[in-house]
């Protein structure tokens, strides 16, 4: 089913209510939406292709305004396969379309698919007429990878601005900002940011500055995934613009494993504390928090705490997956405390503090290392640990 967004602007795309994990890791619990979307005016464009098991249905959709083989140009803005796993199917439908997208585009598309349509390669702010309106090609290096463009239609002012400002969450016909639930699409846009985007933070702020530096009036933001924004378009720039602040936020978050709840006892101790202290604090047991959520919450929290049992000499091996992600995510470095518990020799703890200290991160006195039940002693270094925290978030 396609609808008319703007004079001559259709939306194209499909939902996905099958793939459980984006990218085969992030959960999608709502679905999420492939957004597409063709133009029709003396030529025809069509922005986005879908992944490639959708391929039938955006077809489908597209031949209900126009046949495909009248389509002029494919706009690609970014060659992910949640973007173009559909290519090669339009290709042989569409065979005077011309492929455009950057020059990096170019290099991938052939690697990936290497489809037997022209192309035609832009540079950043090159446009491209359409018979009455132009479309304004926008760069967008790392947002989030090194060939992204945006798109701008000059004369119904929409932004296409592809995985930038995108959301999960399919949209079951409700393809605008007010025909949804914003508090669902605040925390699922802020969601897919922090796991789709958080290693280049720095390009989301640069690619906001350029749009706005560009003075482009925004009648619609229309991205990739999630809604179309209409009524606000501005509300998810600034969202995002807030996201990707390196400013922290004065919380704290304690990120815990435990097998028989000895380490979650003195991670529900350390948060009562800090609680008693006024510090906003959130927990998540790394066992049942899904991966994109902790890192949503962690991202930008003031101070981070990690609560691990020793497990074969090591950390708890979720506790090492949750670093192994603020590693390849880049996450600003900001004090840590750390506590936990063993039952003979330990090490735990002590080998997360060389791994944290190697990459960079400061780690707050007193460390915690629990044998078995915290001693009276150990109780107090927990309450001058939180008392730490709560004069670092002041
Ligand atoms: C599979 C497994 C491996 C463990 N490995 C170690 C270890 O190498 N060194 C140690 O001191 N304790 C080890 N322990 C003991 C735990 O670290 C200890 O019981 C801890 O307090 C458990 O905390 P939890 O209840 O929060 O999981 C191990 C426990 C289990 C179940
Ligand atoms: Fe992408
Ligand atoms: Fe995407």
């Not at 518990?341 to 735990?348: A, D, F, I, K, Q």
Request: glycine share 6%; aromatic share 10%.
């Amino acid at each position: 089913m396609h609808r008319e967004i703007a004079k001559g602007v259709y939306y194209v795309g499909v939902d996905d209510h099958h793939t459980e994990l984006f990218e085969n890791l992030w959960a999608l619990p709502h679905g999420v939406s492939y957004n597409s979307y063709l133009i029709v005016d003396e030529k025809v464009a069509l922005i986005e292709c879908v992944k490639e098991p959708w391929s039938a249905e955006w077809l489908a959709n597209i031949r209900e305004i126009v046949d495909p083989s009248k389509i002029d140009y494919v706009i690609i803005n970014h060659m992910e396969p949640d973007h173009t796993g559909a290519l090669p199917d339009l290709a042989k439908v569409a065979k005077k379309a011309v492929m455009v997208y950057t020059y990096k585009a170019s290099d991938m598309q052939k690697s990936f698919y290497n489809v037997p349509l022209r192309e035609k390669i832009v540079e950043d702010l090159e446009e491209l007429s359409l018979g009455s309106r132009t479309l304004r090609f926008i760069h967008a290096q790392f947002l989030h990878w090194p060939e992204t463009m945006m798109t701008y239609d000059t004369q119904e002012c929409v932004l296409f601005s592809c995985d930038a400002f995108g959301s999960f969450g399919a949209l079951n016909g409700s393809h605008f900002d007010d025909e949804i639930d914003m508090r669902m699409v605040e925390s699922e846009s802020r969601r897919y940011l922090s796991a789709i985007i958080t290693s280049y933070l720095k390009f989301i702020r640069q690619g906001i500055a350029k749009i706005k530096g560009l003075n482009l009036e925004l009648k619609l933001v229309a991205p990739s995934h999630g809604p179309i924004y209409r009524r606000n378009p501005m509300w998810i720039v600034d969202h995002y613009l807030e996201w990707s602040s390196p400013d922290l936020e004065k919380n704290c978050i304690i990120i815990y494993g435990s097998m028989y709840g000895f380490t979650y006892r003195i991670a529900m101790m350390l948060k009562k504390q800090l609680a008693e202290l006024g510090v906003e604090v959130k927990t998540h047991n790394v066992s049942y928090s899904e991966m994109s959520r902790i890192i949503t919450d962690t991202m930008r929290a003031g101070v981070i705490v990690f609560g691990s049992p020793t497990y074969d000499a090591f950390p708890f091996p979720r506790i090492q997956t949750v670093i192994d992600e603020m590693e390849t995510k880049r996450f600003a470095k900001r004090p840590i405390g750390l506590f936990g518990t063993y039952g003979w020799g330990g090490g735990g703890i002590k080998k997360l503090q060389e791994q944290l200290e190697g990459l960079g991160f400061s780690i707050l006195d007193p460390v915690i290392s629990v044998h078995g039940q915290p001693t009276p002693q150990e109780v107090g270094n927990c309450r001058r640990l939180a008392q730490v925290i709560a004069d670092l978030i002041r």
